[in-house]
Nanobody
Framework: QVQLVESGGGLVQTGDSLTLSCTAS???????MGWFRQAPGREREFVAT???????NYADSVMGRFTISRDNARDAVFLQMNDLKPEDTAVYYC???????????WGQGTQVTVSS
């Protein structure tokens, strides 16, 4: 059974940095990993993804401020978030998608709150 455990959320001020981590267990084979977020009253939205060979893709809203990376030896993905803004406030979810599947697995989410 695939499980994802996220950590690293918290309360920060505008302009601060934060790093989210997500570690997977029970997974084999090739998979993409990514981060999504959901703000109150809004739908879950894409933030960033990273392929097995570390090709990355970012939402326009975080381009240049956030960096996604992965450690394949530890089945882990990270999201370095710099220059945080109040509009980044959301629950951040880790996603793992095996390449042979159209959908993936989700973590439980970690809250990020950016105060102005």
């Amino acid at each position: 059974q695939v499980q994802l455990v996220e950590s690293g959320g918290g309360l920060v001020q505008t302009g601060d940095s934060l790093t989210l981590s997500c570690t997977a267990s029970g997974i084999t084979g090739w998979y993409a990993m990514g981060w999504f977020r959901q703000a109150p009253g809004r739908e879950r939205e894409f933030v960033a993804t990273i392929s097995p060979d570390s090709r990355t893709n970012y939402a326009d809203s975080v381009m240049g401020r956030f960096t996604i990376s992965r450690d394949n030896a530890r089945d882990a993905v990270f999201l370095q978030m710099n220059d945080l803004k109040p509009e980044d406030t959301a629950v951040y979810y880790c996603n793992l998608r095996p390449l042979h599947l159209s959908s993936g697995y989700w973590g439980q989410g970690t809250q990020v709150t950016v105060s102005s």
